[in-house]
């Protein structure tokens, strides 16, 4: 059915409205030649009839009118099938044959299904797509997208299939979203309810980056199905070496056990573990048996070089506190004299240093100052008393951050009371009475601190706070340091007092740890998306750079290369899309089971900023497997909420009959609305210029100018 209606501007110009317009048109017409009595009377009413219309169209135009044009289709009724196209679909179970069983009934459905209806079909995994080709290589099951893309689109069909074992590995229950549905979907159980025997890693909780000289727990989630009263051994292995194994007992026909291993870890590195489940002969897979993870080991170990000028129980008592942290490596020296020393020589140590611990000062100008000053490392200065009796300089800034002018006497002192005092991590210490502390030494003298040092504490004399600094810090953009300008330490590591001997290893171990962190944080790091991807997942890989001043660098290049194993040419290089502010992401395609090493290199204007190494995991997807038994009571409550069936019994032709009756009783309706506008079409100029030509000619012929 075809209507057309005339509207003009708003409001809507009614029939008669257009009438008077071509009334008033007509009468222009008339009044504009009725005067002229020499023109013969039939010439004369063409005249007014050509103006009066030219008129007419031409106010019409300009009133803006447009014409609706309505037409009701009816088209056919549709029908959306959804195929479930996860993995779990694919195993043989009880007189279920996967795939060819699945096939089966796909093609009994295709024989009996109505010609008069057109169908759409889905397969459906974690997402959804327009196919009916099977692969049954889906990670998971979202069955309520499937409700809510049946939701999104119920406006294009009236009914719909879903065939599936009814198992559910992701998103929400698909119960709820089913109850906004309008149309009815019909359920068609796939699979078997027969009961098997199986036992599965469900889950694998690690950390995927520690340190080295830590104990990291693996925790281990084994599910089993049908061995109640047996056990089982759980098996921990490192590069396919046995480390570490667990044995435990199934008391129930189905349950969920926990397994926890601890490992340390002394060298950084990638370590590649999986956790095994020897199969057992009555198993029906052993594809779930197995999980493989990587954890990267980061080189925790402290380098420190311990530096003493002279000998003095400090000296001692410092040392043999950070040799106890099994995290330090602690490099011995004491300069007894001209280039002599006991222990080694500091110039001729190769490591790398992480931190100089200074017992006492060298001398100014010499060529041990000179090298500390150039090693450009974090230093921890500790006074001695000979330290106040040095040739110093103004250069003695650079280590101590303080200087020293005018040396008197020395004086016995306290700290000042830590209550309500600065909060810095140096500081962080158990509460304790500081006047009951053993007293310590130091000089009185005219102090002068760097522009960048922060005093802590002050030296408390004679129960009075004295400007004598006993504590600084120096935070600079690269490097820190602390200055202790006092000494007699050992005294409070000797004493009876449990507070003092506490404090004294807590503000050591503070001073250490603070000053041998760089303030810096690593520039650039690279961790996969997810502890393990499967053979059909894409490789998600995400990068945060920073800069050289720690601020987000957003316009950097990273280059990806992707290796398989440790040696050999990159499978592939890929650049990272920038996300936002300092995040990058890349995604790498799919891959075969193993395990990859990443090598990012950031780098911009020619300068790289960073690089950084880690490790991803392929395996095998296993939650597909967990749980294979059909579960009928969810397909079931999925068919009766929305008002169809469940085809237990495969009756496809009772189905169609149905649904066909359901869909032929209201058929779907649809009306298309087109608007035409007058004044967008040339063929007015044309009728307008006709029409005023006509009348020219006219004019022209009763010899009218």
């Given at each position: 059915?075809?209507?057309?209606?005339?509207?003009?501007?708003?409001?809507?110009?009614?029939?008669?409205?257009?009438?008077?317009?071509?009334?008033?048109?007509?009468?222009?017409?008339?009044?504009?030649?009725?005067?002229?009595?020499?023109?013969p009377?039939?010439?004369?009413?063409?005249?007014?009839?050509?103006?009066g219309?030219?008129?007419?169209?031409?106010?019409?135009?300009?009133?803006?009118?447009?014409?609706?044009?309505?037409?009701?289709?009816?088209?056919?009724?549709?029908?959306?099938?959804?195929?479930?196209?996860?993995?779990?679909?694919?195993?043989?179970?009880?007189?279920?044959?996967?795939?060819?069983?699945?096939?089966?009934?796909?093609?009994?459905?295709?024989?009996?299904?109505?010609?008069?209806?057109?169908?759409?079909?889905?397969?459906?995994?974690?997402?959804?797509?327009?196919?009916?080709?099977?692969?049954?290589n889906?990670?998971?099951?979202?069955?309520?997208?499937?409700?809510?893309?049946?939701?999104?689109?119920?406006n294009?069909?009236?009914a719909?299939?879903?065939?599936s074992?009814?198992?559910?590995?992701?998103?929400?229950?698909?119960?709820?979203?089913?109850?906004?549905?309008?149309?009815?979907?019909?359920?068609?159980?796939?699979g078997?309810?027969?009961?098997?025997?199986?036992?599965?890693?469900?889950?694998?909780?690690?950390?995927?980056?520690?340190?080295?000289?830590?104990?990291?727990?693996?925790?281990?989630?084994?599910?089993?199905?049908?061995?109640?009263?047996?056990?089982?051994?759980?098996?921990?292995?490192?590069?396919?070496?046995?480390?570490?194994?667990?044995?435990?007992?199934?008391?129930?026909?189905?349950?969920?056990?926990?397994?926890?291993?601890?490992?340390?870890?002394?060298e950084?590195?990638?370590?590649?573990?999986?956790?095994?489940?020897?199969?057992?002969?009555?198993?029906?897979?052993?594809?779930?048996?197995?999980?493989?993870?990587?954890?990267?080991?980061?080189?925790?170990?402290?380098?420190?070089?311990?530096?003493?000028?002279?000998?003095?129980?400090?000296?001692?008592?410092i040392r043999?506190?950070?040799?106890?942290?099994?995290?330090?490596?602690?490099?011995?020296?004491?300069?007894?004299?001209?280039?002599?020393?006991?222990?080694?020589?500091?110039?001729?140590?190769?490591?790398?240093?992480?931190?100089?611990?200074?017992?006492?000062?060298?001398?100014a100008?010499t060529?041990?100052?000179?090298?500390?000053?150039?090693?450009?490392?974090?230093?921890?200065?500790?006074?001695?008393?000979?330290?106040?009796?040095?040739?110093?300089s103004?250069?003695?800034?650079?280590?101590?951050?303080?200087?020293?002018?005018?040396?008197?006497?020395?004086?016995?002192?306290?700290?000042?009371?830590?209550?309500?005092?600065?909060?810095?991590?140096?500081?962080?210490?158990?509460?304790?009475?500081?006047?009951?502390?053993?007293?310590?030494?130091?000089?009185?003298g005219?102090?002068?601190?760097?522009?960048?040092?922060?005093?802590?504490?002050?030296?408390?004399?004679?129960?009075?706070?004295?400007?004598?600094?006993?504590?600084?810090?120096?935070?600079?953009?690269?490097?820190?340091?602390?200055?202790?300008?006092?000494?007699?330490?050992?005294?409070?590591?000797?004493?009876?007092?449990?507070?003092?001997?506490?404090?004294?290893?807590?503000?050591?171990?503070?001073l250490?740890?603070?000053?041998?962190?760089?303030?810096?944080?690593?520039?650039?790091?690279?961790?996969?998306?997810?502890?393990?991807?499967?053979?059909?997942?894409?490789?998600?890989?995400?990068?945060?750079?920073?800069?050289?001043?720690?601020?987000?660098?957003?316009?950097?290049?990273?280059?990806?290369?992707?290796?398989?194993?440790?040696?050999g040419?990159?499978?592939?290089?890929?650049?990272?899309?920038?996300?936002?502010?300092?995040?990058?992401?890349?995604?790498?395609?799919?891959?075969?089971?193993?395990?990859?090493?990443?090598?990012a290199?950031?780098?911009?204007?020619?300068?790289?900023?960073?690089?950084a190494?880690?490790?991803v995991?392929?395996?095998?997807?296993?939650?597909?497997?967990?749980?294979?038994?059909r579960?009928?009571?969810?397909?079931?409550?999925?068919?009766?909420?929305?008002?169809?069936?469940?085809?237990?019994?495969?009756?496809?032709?009772?189905?169609?009959?149905?649904?066909?009756?359901?869909?032929?009783?209201?058929?779907?309706?649809?009306?298309?609305?087109?608007?035409?506008y007058?004044?967008?079409?040339?063929?007015?100029?044309?009728?307008?210029?006709?029409?005023l030509?006509?009348?020219?000619?006219?004019?022209?012929?009763?010899s009218?100018?």
């Amino acid at each position: 059915m075809i209507s057309a209606f005339i509207q003009g501007l708003s409001p809507v110009l009614p029939i008669i409205a257009i009438l008077l317009i071509l009334v008033l048109s007509l009468l222009i017409a008339w009044w504009s030649y009725q005067h002229l009595d020499s023109i013969p009377t039939g010439k004369k009413r063409w005249l007014i009839l050509l103006r009066g219309v030219a008129l007419f169209i031409l106010v019409l135009l300009l009133l803006n009118p447009f014409i609706t044009r309505q037409e009701s289709l009816t088209d056919g009724p549709r029908i959306a099938v959804y195929l479930d196209n996860s993995q779990s679909m694919s195993v043989d179970r009880g007189e279920y044959s996967g795939l060819e069983t699945y096939q089966s009934i796909i093609d009994r459905f295709e024989s009996e299904k109505s010609d008069n209806i057109e169908y759409d079909y889905f397969l459906f995994d974690e997402t959804i797509t327009e196919s009916d080709e099977l692969e049954l290589n889906g990670v998971r099951t979202n069955l309520n997208a499937v409700m809510e893309h049946l939701r999104e689109n119920e406006n294009l069909y009236r009914a719909s299939y879903l065939f599936s074992d009814g198992i559910v590995t992701q998103g929400r229950n698909p119960v709820f979203a089913a109850q906004n549905l309008s149309i009815p979907v019909t359920t068609v159980p796939v699979g078997d309810t027969t009961r098997v025997q199986d036992i599965a890693v469900a889950d694998v909780d690690y950390v995927q980056q520690v340190y080295t000289f830590t104990r990291q727990s693996v925790r281990v989630e084994i599910q089993q199905e049908g061995f109640e009263g047996e056990d089982a051994t759980v098996q921990l292995l490192r590069d396919g070496e046995l480390i570490d194994s667990e044995t435990i007992e199934f008391t129930a026909p189905t349950s969920s056990q926990i397994v926890e291993f601890f490992k340390d870890f002394d060298e950084p590195g990638f370590y590649d573990f999986e956790i095994n489940v020897p199969p057992k002969p009555e198993e029906f897979t052993d594809q779930n048996n197995r999980a493989m993870f990587t954890i990267e080991v980061l080189d925790d170990k402290t380098n420190i070089l311990s530096l003493a000028f002279e000998v003095h129980p400090d000296v001692s008592t410092i040392r043999r506190l950070i040799a106890t942290d099994q995290q330090n490596e602690l490099f011995i020296s004491t300069k007894i004299g001209s280039n002599r020393f006991i222990g080694q020589d500091p110039r001729d140590i190769d490591d790398e240093l992480d931190l100089i611990v200074l017992h006492g000062l060298p001398e100014a100008g010499t060529d041990l100052f000179n090298w500390i000053l150039n090693q450009q490392k974090p230093i921890v200065y500790v006074a001695t008393p000979g330290a106040f009796q040095t040739k110093t300089s103004r250069d003695m800034l650079d280590i101590t951050s303080y200087y020293l002018e005018d040396v008197q006497s020395a004086i016995n002192v306290q700290f000042e009371n830590l209550a309500g005092g600065l909060s810095h991590t140096v500081l962080e210490v158990d509460p304790v009475n500081v006047q009951q502390l053993p007293t310590l030494k130091t000089y009185r003298g005219n102090y002068s601190l760097s522009p960048i040092a922060q005093p802590l504490l002050h030296a408390v004399f004679q129960r009075t706070e004295t400007d004598i600094p006993m504590l600084v810090v120096e935070d600079a953009a690269n490097i820190r340091k602390a200055s202790v300008n006092a000494f007699g330490w050992y005294e409070l590591q000797q004493s009876r007092q449990a507070d003092a001997r506490n404090f004294f290893e807590q503000l050591f171990t503070n001073l250490v740890s603070w000053s041998s962190t760089p303030p810096d944080r690593r520039t650039l790091v690279v961790e996969p998306a997810k502890a393990s991807f499967t053979e059909n997942e894409p490789v998600q890989v995400r990068a945060q750079l920073f800069n050289e001043r720690g601020d987000p660098e957003p316009e950097a290049f990273i280059e990806l290369e992707i290796f398989s194993g440790d040696d050999g040419d990159p499978l592939n290089v890929f650049r990272m899309n920038h996300h936002q502010n300092e995040i990058y992401t890349a995604e790498l395609g799919n891959y075969p089971q193993g395990m990859y090493r990443l090598n990012a290199t950031a780098t911009k204007n020619d300068r790289t900023i960073g690089t950084a190494e880690t490790r991803v995991n392929v395996s095998q997807s296993t939650i597909e497997f967990l749980n294979t038994r059909r579960n009928d009571a969810l397909l079931q409550n999925i068919a009766d909420i929305t008002d169809g069936l469940f085809l237990l019994d495969l009756d496809f032709s009772r189905a169609v009959d149905i649904v066909s009756n359901q869909i032929l009783e209201q058929p779907d309706e649809e009306i298309r609305e087109e608007f035409i506008y007058l004044h967008r079409n040339g063929f007015w100029f044309f009728v307008v210029l006709f029409l005023l030509a006509g009348e020219w000619l006219l004019r022209r012929s009763v010899s009218l100018p």
